[in-house]
């Protein structure tokens, strides 16, 4: 009897406010576009539980009001959103907020030309460096995420061991930061600024990797270290 009671107040509790989660994500769902001074940002929320940012795919969570992501630094992180017809506006941790107008799937009865990824012409340079960016060494790894609304996160990990057996012990850093970037330059070479969280300011001239007459524009020098995108 005491099983039934605690059912039956579960389902009035809860069943009405997954229904109107669930009404209120279907008006979500589709092809998001914001232009700002960065560039212009692409989201697609394809469910409750996914959705991609300028390409990057990322599991979310998504409730009445609320958007909330899981981030590589900073674990899960809400961005509370308002929905007015066919105008999405996200408020991030920042302190700031970007409207998104749903995309139109078809024009005059035909799907809108996709861009290829790997057109020149079609790609600006600030889209180009939006990602994930990891160098690695014997007992370091840096990895820095370039955002599309000009924000980054960076994260500097390094461990010790024994001279003698090469054993591990633990870490000896864990450094992190926030803050905003901005590139100028070309897809082949440039300076890409940033400025932290506390107005720390920093320049990283960045090259393209090219072998053997072969360009991997996935690889970067950056200061003379070399960084792969999307890696793992």
């Given at each position: 009897m005491q099983k039934k009671i605690l059912s039956y107040s579960f389902m009035l509790i809860y069943l009405p406010l997954l229904f109107a989660s669930a009404t209120g994500i279907k008006d979500l769902l589709g092809k998001w576009t914001s232009s700002n001074e960065t560039g212009n940002i692409v989201l697609i929320i394809k469910s409750a539980t996914e959705l991609i940012y300028n390409g990057e795919q990322l599991s979310c969570e998504i409730t009445e009001g609320i958007i909330?992501?899981?981030?590589?630094?900073?674990?899960?992180?809400?961005y509370p959103y308002s929905l007015e017809q066919d105008v999405l506006t996200i408020n991030y941790p920042e302190g700031y907020s970007l409207q998104f107008?749903?995309?139109?799937?078809?024009?005059?009865?035909?799907?809108?030309?996709?861009?290829?990824?790997?057109?020149?012409?079609?790609?600006?340079?600030?889209?180009?460096?939006?990602?994930?960016?990891?160098?690695?060494?014997?007992?370091?790894e840096t990895m820095v995420v370039l955002y599309a609304d000009g924000t980054y996160g960076y994260?500097?990990?390094?461990?010790?061991?024994?001279?003698?057996?090469?054993?591990?012990?633990?870490?000896?850093?864990?450094?992190?930061?926030?803050?905003?970037?901005?590139?100028?330059?070309?897809?082949?070479?440039?300076?890409?600024r940033?400025?932290?969280?506390?107005?720390?300011?920093?320049?990283?001239?960045?090259?393209?990797?090219?072998?053997?007459?072969?360009?991997?524009?996935?690889e970067y020098y950056f200061n003379g270290e070399l960084y792969g995108k999307n890696i793992e």
């Open positions: 909330r992501v899981e981030d590589e630094f900073f674990g899960w992180v809400d107008k749903k995309a139109k799937e078809k024009v005059s009865g035909k799907e809108k030309p996709s861009l290829d990824k790997g057109s020149t012409e079609s790609m600006d340079i600030t889209s180009h460096f939006v990602g994930t960016w990891k160098n690695f060494t014997k007992n370091t994260r500097y990990t390094s461990s010790y061991s024994s001279a003698e057996s090469g054993e591990e012990w633990g870490a000896a850093a864990d450094q992190h930061a926030k803050g905003t970037w901005t590139v100028q330059g070309t897809r082949e070479q440039g300076v890409i940033f400025i932290d969280n506390e107005g720390s300011q920093s320049e990283y001239q960045y090259q393209v990797h090219v072998e053997n007459g072969t360009v991997y524009w996935s």
